[in-house]
Nanobody, 123 residues
Framework: QVQLVESGGGSVQAGGSLRLSCIAS????????TGWFRQAPGKEREFVAS????????AYADAVKGRFTISRDNAKNTVYLQMNSLKQDDTAVYYC????????????????WGQGTQVTVSS
């Protein structure tokens, strides 16, 4: 298994930006997928974005498409989530997740999870 540590969360006003980082304990397999999920109070955990090892394949939830960008730096074992034009609905705990497979947005294929980082967007 891979250990994941998220950072970069915080409190911002609507319209602001944050960049989240996910640092892994080891390099990713070339078949792997790293993703971001989030869970808001009273809601189920939902998919946000994912990226494959090479960075060629990415996927985004409709709610964040055009505002969030996922990227990676394999030399640093790190995946990033740049979040722009933040809305109150983006308030949630954000989790980084890792799959050894080509997982896309399929939550069931992600076997390793970080502890989460809080993002709070105020009006």
């Amino acid at each position: 298994q891979v250990q994941l540590v998220e950072s970069g969360g915080g409190s911002v006003q609507a319209g602001g930006s944050l960049r989240l980082s996910c640092i892994a304990s080891r390099r990713a397999f070339t078949t792997s997928t790293t993703g971001w999920f989030r869970q808001a109070p009273g809601k189920e955990r939902e998919f946000v974005a994912s990226i494959n090892w090479s960075g060629v394949n990415t996927a985004y939830a409709d709610a964040v498409k055009g505002r969030f960008t996922i990227s990676r730096d394999n030399a640093k074992n790190t995946v990033y989530l740049q979040m722009n034009s933040l809305k109150q609905d983006d308030t949630a705990v954000y989790y980084c997740a890792y799959s050894v497979e080509r997982a896309g947005a399929d939550e069931s294929r992600f076997g390793s999870w970080g502890q989460g980082t809080q993002v709070t967007v105020s009006s």
